[in-house]
Structure formats: structure tokens, C-alpha cells
């Protein structure tokens, strides 16, 4: 039995696949073995897979119909035999030594999750930024969410991390398999953490996480849909874990209404209204519930949540709003702008990052 499966989906990445998978069989911890889904591409993808393939034996290649990310993920699960399952997406590369210091603190805290931090990269111009999300959690300790609910807080980044494959085939856990490859990585993130008794986070980056080569989800209908399919499968999953949800329902509200908020800034203008509908019947229906508290509103501006409930057309107004401020200020920021976090200060001049202090 190998020590790590690493699952790596394909889809037209000809580009990006060599970097990828180099990084991957130079992996410091040899006893790994990886397993390249091609989702039916149709460029060079699959010809390079083969390659390698005749290069090391590690490699597994699976071949298939274009099915989208949540089936290939699926199948790869099914196939991996390792005693971790590590992830990650064929556009990205990751450090030599990633699977091998999340293999070992594994192994040290029995952990059925350890999640590290990542790096922000950009193609064009070779810039590496790391992200220092895991600031605000407790490092190398084993954390769950009932002693611990702001861990479901974390931002999905399924591929930063590595999970115990007997604990992933226990709960049952699988990915949604919804067409495309738009956040198909959310429900099964909210799952490996609420259920996880030992989750272990730490603050070093290995996975170098491309910024430039994202296929646009926003003016297709099916994906711009993708994340409400999520949280109904989230939702679904609350209800069969009935003693699981009192420790994490208000979590998981506030998540699903950030993120459907962050999506309806982000598609196109000409789905909007619709989805404002759709997500302030999902809202009613948890208020009537009585599943809106107030701890729900610490993190949920009152108003807005109101305007949502009881005027769309305003809500909508709100939102273009909302998105001119936005662009507004990713305008300022090509300009200069300084970024502040727990770990690092990042001072960027047209465009160009000129200091980071860490």
C-alpha cells in the first residue's frame, strides 16, 4: 500500500501538465502513487500522460469520456489504494517535499486531515505569493469542529492537503457530480472537516496555486448554478448528521450566504435577478425555519439580509453597487496597495509587488 495516492483531474492543460507532474514524480517521498484522470481532452493531455507514464511506474492513467471534475474525482478515489489521498489540479505544481512533511505530521497526530498553507502564482510574471490563511489557527495541534467551529471558516483549497482514506471511505464522502468544474470542491470540503475528529493545519506553503488560468464560469448558465447544488448537498448532509448540526448550522449559513453573495457579483449581469430569486427563497425558508439566529447576523449585515428577504429589485441595485466598488478598487490597486495579514505586509506599485515584509 502506498503512503500517499495523489489524484490529479485533466482537462486541456497541455500547457501546464509537464510542470505539474514533474513536480510529482521528484516528490521526496518515493513510496507515492499518482493518478491522472484525463477528463476527455482534446489537446495533447493524453499523450503527455503516456510519456510520463512510460517513464514511472507510479503513474496510473485513467481514460474517459468528458464527464466533469466531481466524476473524475469520484474514480480516482475509487482507484487509489494509498493510506493518504493527496490532491492536485493539473494546472498546478507543488514543492518537492510537500507529500512527505504532510505524510509525517500525519503519521506523528494519527490525523484523518492535515491542511497546510499554499501559494498565490502567477505565470506571467513568476510572482509567488503566499497566502498565510492558516494564521488563524492553532498549528500542528488536532483540532475538530465541535471544539473548534472556525475551521470550517477555511477557504476550500481541497488540493493544500492530505486525508485519510480510510476515514473518506467510513463517512462515505465523495464529490458532487454536477457538470463542469465549477466549485465542486465545496461540499466535500465542508464534509472532510465537520466529520474529521483530528485535523492538523500547518503554516508552511508547498502548493504553488496558478492565478492565470481560470476558464470562465460566468456566463454559463449550468455553472453559474454550480454552488447552489453544493450547499443542497451540504444542507442534505446536515440533515442525515442530525448531531452535527447544532455545532456547525450557523457556520455553514454564513458561508452560503458570503458565497452566494460573492457569486452573484462575479456572473454575468444577465443571470443575476434570477439567482437573487432563487437565493432569497433558500433564506425565507431557513428563516421560517428558525434557523436565522443571531449569532447568524455577527458575521451577516442585518439590512442587507432584509432587503434580500423583502425587495429584490433593491437587493439587485445593491449588488451592481456592490460590484462598481469592487471594480473601483481593483482598479486603485494596479495602482499601489498594501496587504496586510498575520504573516506577511505585501506592497504592490503598477501592478508589480516592490517590498513584502514577513
Not at 511506474?57 to 466524476?71: L, Q, T
Amino acid at each position: 500500500m502506498p503512503k500517499v495516492s495523489i489524484i490529479v483531474p485533466i482537462y486541456n492543460v497541455e500547457k501546464y501538465l509537464r510542470e505539474c507532474l514533474n513536480s510529482l514524480i521528484n516528490q521526496t517521498l518515493d513510496d507515492i502513487e499518482i493518478i491522472c484522470i484525463n477528463d476527455g481532452s482534446t489537446d495533447n493531455s493524453l499523450q503527455i500522460l503516456k510519456e510520463y507514464q512510460f517513464k514511472d511506474k507510479r503513474i496510473k492513467v485513467i481514460n474517459k469520456e468528458n464527464s466533469g471534475y466531481g466524476a473524475s474525482m469520484n474514480k480516482g478515489l475509487e482507484i487509489a489504494s494509498g493510506e493518504y489521498i493527496g490532491i492536485v489540479e493539473s494546472d498546478d505544481f507543488v514543492s518537492l517535499n510537500m507529500f512527505e512533511d504532510l505524510y509525517n505530521l500525519a503519521k506523528e497526530k494519527d490525523a484523518d486531515i492535515v491542511k497546510s498553507d499554499w501559494f498565490e502564482y502567477t505565470t506571467s510574471t513568476k510572482a509567488v505569493r503566499k497566502t498565510g490563511r492558516m494564521a488563524l489557527f492553532p498549528k500542528n495541534k488536532s483540532l475538530n469542529v465541535k471544539d473548534n467551529p472556525k475551521i470550517l471558516k477555511i477557504q476550500p483549497a481541497i488540493w493544500s492537503a492530505i486525508y485519510k482514506r480510510e476515514f473518506l471511505t467510513k463517512n462515505n464522502i465523495k464529490f458532487l457530480e454536477t457538470p463542469g468544474a465549477s466549485y465542486q470542491d465545496t461540499s466535500f470540503a465542508f464534509k472532510v472537516l465537520a466529520v474529521a475528529k483530528r485535523v492538523v493545519f500547518t503554516d508552511k506553503a508547498y502548493l504553488y496555486y496558478r492565478q492565470d488560468n481560470a476558464n470562465s464560469s460566468v456566463k454559463s448558465k449550468y455553472k453559474v448554478y454550480a454552488i447552489y447544488n453544493e450547499y443542497a448537498e451540504i444542507t442534505k448532509f446536515l440533515n442525515e448528521h442530525k448531531r452535527l448540526k447544532p455545532y456547525v448550522n450557523t457556520y455553514k449559513l454564513v458561508k452560503e450566504y458570503v458565497n452566494y453573495v460573492w457569486n452573484l457579483k462575479r456572473i454575468d449581469k444577465q443571470f443575476r435577478k434570477e439567482l437573487i430569486e432563487k437565493m432569497s427563497k433558500i433564506f425565507l425558508n431557513y428563516k421560517e425555519s428558525g434557523e436565522i439566529t443571531d449569532d447568524f447576523f455577527k458575521n451577516v449585515n442585518r439590512h442587507e439580509f432584509n432587503m434580500l428577504i423583502s425587495d429584490i429589485e433593491k437587493f439587485e441595485k445593491h449588488i451592481d453597487k456592490l460590484v462598481k466598488k469592487e471594480q473601483f478598487k481593483e482598479s486603485r490597486k494596479k495602482l499601489f496597495s498594501i496587504h496586510i495579514n498575520k504573516s506577511r505586509i505585501d506592497i504592490t506599485l503598477f501592478g508589480k509587488q516592490i517590498a513584502r515584509v514577513e
